[in-house]
């Protein structure tokens, strides 16, 4: 019986006929081959007697190969394993130039192994990596549907061009070199959709809809934002999970943005163990290597345990901006960008500090100022600021930005008119607000957010399996 490395680890050796299907990591001295199948970041050692085997057989056994091996399962005499497969059937299916294979066994640089991500996952840290991401995504969804929330797809082409989350990707069939014209315009009226249409870059709004009627529902798919940032926390295809609950307030929203965060990292913590313990060594190795004034501090699953045990530190705005103001003053830090008016946007250092130096655990800012946020975000009572929050986190900065909506209609108006928001186009997003309208609040999170911090890696890069960026659409 063919049996995964993952549960072949589990047996009691005595001696048993097991078979085992996966790729050639390493074989050594034309006598140990070291086999992983994806489903664990352990290999198995399987132990070739060569003399029984004929020559062709064992000269294709190279990095790479895949193959099946069949063998007794008995326990290890060597160090560094407790069982191996003792190989009485070899069968080669596909061989691989030693050569030319890129996946040496040897580490490999992370920008190495991003020009071949097509190969770069039977690495183990990046099998590691891709692991802890599905468990993730899993714990996501027992979350919600524990918590009794439904589980909603908002569209991934829309035509509201007024979310203002971030710069969009057109999705027509025009021809590019002859568009139909109109006065000397494109006349989109003779597109596919006979109107102007965009990826989506936030299912919040549909996802509204679907809430005043479910009552609590998340969404879970792929964003797009052509925003042409180059950072290590950009990406231009991501997912995003957007909750979005009727009749939670502000507070409520936090509460249970916080409860979720724990709840994953809870979950991967707990399943995730092997893969935890490789990438917390492979990372630390690395750390190594840097001036020491650098280093990470933390080792991984402490830093995932501090994040689980302790409470998000809540700070409204105004207070964050009066700790930034004084700390420039006491030129405890000094900022590349001034801490002068209230109202500013913080920057990504300003957040850091927050988080890092001064909190030194994950804080959550809320009641942002108006002019500062989305049109959808609801007016407070003093007028000048929303009840907005974003989830701050060490190394990261942003994780999580949510709200509780304006649900008041005469207000939404006045704040569609104050940012330029078409009335017309959102007609329906308006109506929400004349039948039955309730308090309600939701947050976006970004998957490869939490996935770079849960695997402790420095570049989003490195935790999406084909990452898109500004110029790179490569796979
Ligand atoms: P940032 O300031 O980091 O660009 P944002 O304010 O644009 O974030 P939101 O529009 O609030 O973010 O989106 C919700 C969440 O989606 C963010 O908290 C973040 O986790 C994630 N996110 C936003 N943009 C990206 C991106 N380009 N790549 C990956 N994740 C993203
Ligand atoms: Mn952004």
Not at 161 to 183: C, H, I, N, S, Y
Not at 263 to 292: A, H, M, S, T, W
Not at 316 to 322: L, M, R, W
Request: glycine residues 6%; aromatic residues 12%.
């Amino acid at each position: 019986m063919t049996l995964l490395i993952k549960e072949i680890l589990k047996l009691q050796p005595k001696n048993q006929l097991v078979t085992v299907k996966g790729w050639v990591k390493n074989f050594r001295a034309n006598k140990f081959v070291s086999l992983n199948d994806g489903s664990t970041v352990q290999n198995i050692q399987c132990v070739i007697d060569f003399e029984s085997f004929d020559e062709f057989i064992i000269k294709k056994i190279t990095s790479g190969t895949s193959i099946s091996i069949k063998g007794k399962l008995v326990n290890s005499l060597g160090s560094g394993q407790d069982v191996e497969i003792l190989v009485t059937n070899i069968k080669i299916y596909g061989e691989s130039n030693a050569d030319k294979y890129p996946i040496q066994p040897k580490k490999h640089s992370f920008e190495f192994l991003r020009e071949n991500a097509h190969l770069r996952v039977r690495t183990s840290t990046f099998g590691a990596i891709m692991r802890i991401r599905s468990k993730l995504s899993y714990a996501i969804h027992k979350f919600f549907q524990e918590e009794n929330f439904q589980y909603v797809n908002t569209p991934i082409i829309t035509s509201n061009d007024a979310e203002g989350a971030g710069e969009m990707f057109r999705v027509t069939t025009l021809d590019p070199k002859f568009p139909p014209l109109e006065q000397n315009n494109v006349d989109f009226k003779k597109d596919f959709f006979s109107k102007k249409t965009h990826l989506t870059v936030s299912g919040q709004l549909e996802a509204e809809s679907y809430a005043l009627g479910l009552g609590k529902v998340y969404t879970f798919g792929p964003t797009f934002r052509a925003e042409n940032s180059n950072t290590t926390r950009h990406l231009s295809e991501f997912w995003m999970i957007e909750p979005e609950m009727a009749f939670f307030d502000l507070e409520d929203n936090i509460n249970l943005a916080e409860k979720f965060i724990k709840y994953i990292l809870n979950f991967i913590i707990e399943e995730c163990v092997d893969d935890l313990n490789f990438l917390e060594q492979r990372l630390f190795n690395e750390e190594k290597n840097k001036p020491k004034n650098e280093r990470n501090e933390m080792k991984l699953i402490e830093k995932l345990k501090f994040v689980v045990d302790n409470k998000f530190e809540r700070v409204s705005y105004s207070k964050a901006f009066e700790i930034l103001k004084n700390c420039a003053k006491n030129k405890k830090k000094k900022f590349e960008f001034l801490v002068n008016d209230w109202g500013m946007d913080f920057q990504s250092e300003h957040e850091r500090y927050l988080v890092e130096k001064h909190f030194n655990k994950p804080v959550v800012i809320f009641d942002y100022p108006s002019q500062s946020k989305a049109f959808y975000m609801r007016l407070n009572d003093d007028e000048t600021t929303v009840a907005a929050m974003d989830v701050l986190f060490p190394g990261i900065g942003e994780i999580i930005g949510g709200s509780q909506r304006e649900e008041r209609l005469k207000i939404l108006e006045n704040r569609m008119n104050q940012f330029g928001v078409s009335k017309k186009d959102l007609w329906w997003y308006k109506e929400l607000r004349s039948f039955g309208t309730v308090p309600h609040s939701g947050f976006g999170l970004g998957f490869e957010r939490i996935v770079l911090f849960a695997t402790g890696m420095s570049n989003i890069r490195d935790v999406i399996p084909f990452p898109r960026t500004p110029n790179n659409a490569l796979f």
